[in-house]
């Protein structure tokens, strides 16, 4: 029997077929949770401290994180939710940095690249995450040295 682990890398080698096909769907809306929002300019509703992905990508880029969403069925929990969510961002917020008008393509497999990085964190017992996050702040950002003073 697989464990979820086969089964969310296969389904991250699907989609980042999907990706480079030239045919992505587009999710019906922006996407937004976990303190994280997705939108075409950051000119919407946003909380304090949430994390904003803007890029003219909104809507493929929704429909990514709502199927990277289902593939990590079983293993985001209301523990790691943040940590998950929070870094599927930061990919693709360093990608927008080098490449603001960035292609739809690069853009896409980059955020499933830090989902194969998730993915094996997980299987090694090694993925860190907060319970709780102000300000956005990820386990990440404190294991590379983030000052909170």
């Known amino acids: ?3 979820d ?3 969310t890398e ?3 080698g699907q989609l980042a077929q999907q990706a480079t096909s030239g045919n992505v769907p587009k999710a019906k809306e922006p ?3 976990a303190k ?5 300019s950051a000119r919407g509703y946003r909380a304090p401290g949430d994390c904003h992905v803007v890029t003219r990508h909104a809507l493929e880029l929704s429909w990514l994180v ?3 969403q289902k593939a990590f069925k079983g293993l985001i929990t209301f523990q790691n939710k ?3 969510y929070g870094r599927l961002a930061l990919a693709a917020n360093c990608h927008l940095e080098i490449q603001a008008d960035a292609d739809l393509q690069p ?3 980059t955020v499933i690249g830090e989902g194969y990085q998730i993915l094996a964190e997980m299987r090694q017992g090694a993925f860190q995450h907060l319970i709780v996050t102000t300000n956005n702040v990820l386990a990440v950002d404190l294991a590379n040295g983030l000052d909170l003073s």
């Open 5 to 7: 682990f086969d089964q």
């Open 82 to 84: 943040f940590e998950f």
């Open 10 to 12: 296969k389904a991250l």
């Open 66 to 68: 709502e199927e990277m």
């Open 31 to 33: 996407w937004g949770g």
């Open 36 to 40: 994280v929002v997705i939108d075409f």
């Open 107 to 109: 853009l896409l497999l």
């Open 1 to 3: 029997m697989k464990t």
